[in-house]
């Protein structure tokens, strides 16, 4: 079954930092784009981190303390966070896309206690 498995979350406290990693397998293809999302309890969905063909992109809220990276051969992207603040706690959701195909991981949840 191709899925999208996170792992990596946990409590940090402020000023620490986490490694999230996403794991694809099962897939016949190499996505063209992978990113992180996250979404803090009553709060939308918002795009963290994004890398692509061309590059990364990143939140404003998280430029200069978060870093995404891609392993291609294990189809694995990772979300290195450091300086981690109490605003940045969240459930943190990878997303793949192939085209027009958009795939999600469950989610893995980060608390950053102050």
């Known amino acids: 079954q191709a899925q999208l498995v996170e792992s990596g979350g946990g409590l940090v406290q402020a000023g620490g930092s986490l490694r999230l990693s996403c794991a694809a397998s099962g897939f016949r293809f190499s996505f063209n784009w992978m990113g992180w999302y996250r979404q803090a309890a009553g709060k939308e969905r918002e795009l963290v981190a994004a890398i692509f063909s061309g590059g990364t992109n990143y939140a404003d809220s998280v430029k200069g303390r978060f870093t995404i990276s891609r392993e291609n051969p294990k189809a694995t992207v990772y979300l290195q966070m450091n300086s981690l603040k109490p605003e940045d706690t969240a459930v943190y959701y990878c997303?793949?896309?192939?085209?027009?195909?958009?795939?999600w991981g469950q989610g893995t949840q980060v608390t950053v206690s102050s």
């Open positions: 997303r793949a896309n192939y085209y027009s195909q958009s795939y």
